[in-house]
């Protein structure tokens, strides 16, 4: 039984499904038999498949500027540089996991380098890790405090016996990847913005 | 590469379309549908080439615009299926084609005039011809949320383009 108006009309949900196509043959023949016989019914229908028609034969807006140069340089600059960052990015997250993780890992490297499988080669690198690990908790704590702890920390500083290069070369080789590693990462970001704006001028 | 950009000059203008309707900006609209194709490109590997590029590439470009509207409004939902429609092409003199951009660009007000969740319902189901129980699906909202939300828009509609009441 189809549902009705009281005064026995087509309900709004009946007929959006008749042109929705979504009403099963019986009640489409229901539908259609009503229509037949009803001006009130037969005129709402009309109205609505006016409006359906008026959707979808909207016709296309024309596109004002042709996409393909833009899109297309977009995709040759990402593609060249894509390598390059994915390089940028590791060093970030290197440099930053070394020097935030590697202190929370004493346990783990004290056992390391007492290993008898460990080599003196090795156990003296993990050891200038550890180091410079070290100096950099101890800047950490200098640059979080006040001012005067700080400088008392700086003071409190436990010297390094020499040979202290080693650390120090690793400290600055670190430094420069992390440098080159934001030097690159905005040189991405520069080129893809100034080929956007180079299309926008262009187009 | 070479035959990606032929896909774009194909089908940048109905990608475009997709995104005009949406937000009703052409700048706007243009960034996006460069920005669709450039994910489109991304997304190569995962494409079927059994199936139709065309819907595949006016689905993420909905997608980015229904991302886009949502950061302006909240919405969250994406739009997963969108079938090939036949092409309609006529032919008319320039008068009717006159007469028919005017009215294009009474109904695309019309459109755009609408809340934006009613303005994506609408474009799910005539331009992407999605059933009630597939906007249901891409939308997480009930079907009787669907059906009253797209009715509700069509007498909106049905007010602003024939200026009487509709009920």
Known sequence: MMPMHEDYHLDETVLHGYLDDVLDPTQRSEVEAHIAGCPLCSHRLQELGELFL????????PLERDLVPSVMSIIRQRKRYFPVLKFAIATQILTVGFLFIWPHMS??????IASPLTTRFTAET??????????????LDALTGFLTRGLINLRNVPSFSWPVLD??????????????????????TQSDRRSRLHQDVVE | MNAFGELVRRYQVSVYNVCYRFLGERRESEDLAQEAFIRAYKRLKTFDVERPFGPWMRRIAANLCINHLRRHEPLSFQLEEERDLPMQTQEMDLEARHMQIERSEVVRAAILGLPSQYRIIIELRHFHDLSYAEISAALKMPLSDVKSHLFRARKMLAKRLFDDAYA
């Open chain 1, 126 to 139: 993990i050891g200038v890790f550890t180091n410079v690990s070290r100096i950099w908790s101890v800047v």
């Open chain 1, 107 to 112: 346990a783990a490297i004290d056992e390391i």
């Open chain 1, 54 to 61: 008026s959707l979808t034969s909207l016709a296309d807006v």
């Open chain 1, 167 to 188: 650390e120090w070369l690793v400290v600055v080789v670190m430094v420069v990847i992390w440098l080159v590693g934001n030097g690159l990462l905005l040189r991405v």
